[in-house]
């Protein structure tokens, strides 16, 4: 009876995604993150009577056939990149992007990786970096002893130094685009990688067509709606129920045949 194995099948799909929306529900506070969907597909059917056969000397075909499923399989997770509602939060150094794009971070190998989290920091030496340490591509260190530090909705950075009235540009912050953003590859703390699937990353000036807007003094939440994730998990917990029915009634007319006399 393949009912055994279809339900097994159905179970493990509903495990994984109790577990996509477990770490959905878990990131419901973290800056910048994007929530997660499930896809599932069914998997290859047995074909007891293909639709089109001949099933007659007159030559009458079959209309539909008989297809039997094996289940259903793991199609994809891919992330939702719906824009996640600001938060104001009046630090100078904290960054919000309105629109698409990620902000560019150096990582201790040479690489870059990418970021939508704005929660940015000074290093000893002056330089804006992630809670991690890693430095945000493009604008120059801050002089020490700096009164005021400024980033403008362009991504230009720009410091108001002791003893001068006019502040001074440190550069530009330029954000990351990419054709395929589903197929950036998560590496944890608020942090993505180019793949061959993401292509290859393109850069611009924030404001620019097709681009964010940065608002100093804001972050940008997650974007995970709580009464959708739990709509979701109920909807799980009772498909999950189901196919365990699937198992364990299968059993029962497994055993059924097997005290036959």
């Known amino acids: 009876m393949q009912s055994l194995g279809i339900g097994a099948t159905g179970m493990l799909a509903q495990e994984m995604t109790v577990q996509v929306i477990a770490n959905n529900i878990a990131n419901v506070g973290t800056t910048g993150f994007k929530r997660q969907r499930v896809e599932f597909q069914d998997l290859l059917y047995q074909h007891h009577t293909r639709m089109g056969e001949v099933s007659s000397p007159d030559g009458a075909t079959m209309p539909s056939g008989v297809q039997i499923g094996a289940g259903v399989e793991l199609g994809a997770v891919y992330r939702i990149n719906e824009q996640g509602g600001m938060q104001r939060t009046d630090n100078p150094l904290d960054i919000a992007l309105d629109g698409n794009g990620f902000l560019q971070v150096e990582m201790p190998d040479g690489g870059t990786a990418y970021t939508r989290a704005g929660e940015l920091q000074l290093s000893p030496e002056g330089e804006i970096v992630t809670p991690d340490g890693y430095r945000l591509i493009g604008p120059a260190p801050i002089p020490a002893g700096a009164q005021e530090i400024g980033i403008n909705g362009e991504g230009r950075v720009y410091a108001t130094l002791s003893g001068e009235t ?40 924030p404001g620019s067509e097709g681009l964010a807007r940065i608002h100093q003094g804001m972050l940008e939440g997650s974007n995970v709606n709580i009464i959708s994730e739990i709509t979701q998990l109920i909807a799980a917990q009772r498909a999950y129920e189901m196919n365990a029915k699937v198992v364990s009634i299968t059993d029962e007319m497994m055993r059924a045949s097997g005290n036959m006399r």
Request: avoid cysteine; charge should be negative; hydrophobic fraction near 35%.
């Open 166 to 205: 006019e502040p001074t540009e440190l550069g530009q912050i330029q954000l990351a685009t990419f054709s395929n953003i589903g197929g950036l590859e998560a590496i944890g703390d608020n942090l993505l990688r180019e793949t061959v699937a993401s292509g290859t990353a393109q850069t611009g000036t």
